[in-house]
């Protein structure tokens, strides 16, 4: 029987694919874990800019509620402290 992708493992493939296409953040190699539709990004990024650009072409993915930052960047926050969670969307009852 075919093995069918949970949404969260759908949802992992789009956010690496966004990545790897994106050219700022394409050579990154960037670890990514999708848990209950919320990315979870972590590795190394050279800039705070790069960490910025990182997070948000992972919330820009379609299906996405928010996105755990814990890629380590000079400037960065605390990579252990960084949970990034749009109010007012979906979880919170709202349709």
């Known amino acids: 029987m075919p093995e069918t992708l949970s949404n969260d493992e759908l949802l992992r493939e789009s956010v690496l694919q966004a990545l790897a296409d994106d050219r700022q ?10 848990l209950n539709a919320f990315a979870h990004l972590a590795g190394k990024a050279p800039s705070e800019r790069l960490w910025h650009r990182a997070e948000a072409v992972a919330a820009n993915v379609a299906g996405v509620r928010g996105v755990v930052n814990r890629i380590e960047a ?3 926050p ?5 949970i990034n969670i749009p ?9």
């Open 25 to 34: 953040t394409a050579g990154l190699g960037l670890r990514v874990g999708v």
């Open 74 to 76: 000079p400037g960065a």
């Open 78 to 82: 605390n990579p252990i402290r960084t």
């Open 87 to 95: 109010l007012g969307q979906s979880g919170s009852g709202e349709r």
